[in-house]
């Protein structure tokens, strides 16, 4: 199983990134891919996510309206298009596979699957 992010880097406040994770190695219509990401000294937290099966969605409160998430099934990559961005969207940010559904709890199971993250960082 691999989860390949890529996408991350230095933007200013109010600008865009787009973040990618590329999948390989489970079915992937059969788990959902969330985004999470984890600032220094703070603890992890989820982000986005989207389940493969039906594209249902879900947004932490702090990036609705800012963020996008969105599937290829085809190419097995999911997108994180983020918008307006603020200094406190600064992290790193990982992309995860649980099975089926998208819920927060799951991600920090054992099952979960888990690639290496990518820097996001944003200038005021």
């Known amino acids: 199983v691999q989860l390949q992010a890529s996408g991350g880097g230095l933007v200013q406040a109010g600008g865009s990134l787009r973040l990618s994770c590329a999948a390989s190695?489970?079915?992937?219509?059969?788990?959902?891919i969330g985004w999470l990401r984890q600032a220094p000294g703070k603890v992890r937290e989820g982000v986005s996510c989207i389940k493969s099966s039906d594209w249902t969605t879900m947004y932490a409160d702090s990036v609705k309206g800012r963020f996008t998430i969105s599937s290829d099934n085809a190419k097995k990559t999911v997108f994180l298009q983020m918008n307006s961005v603020k200094p406190e969207d600064t992290a790193v940010y990982y992309c995860?596979?649980?099975?089926?559904?998208?819920?927060?709890?799951?991600?920090?199971?054992?099952?979960?699957?888990w690639g290496k993250g990518t820097q996001v960082t944003v200038s005021s």
């Open positions: 190695g489970f079915i992937f219509d059969d788990y959902a």
């Open positions: 995860a596979a649980v099975s089926r559904h998208c819920e927060w709890g799951k991600f920090f199971y054992a099952t979960a699957y």
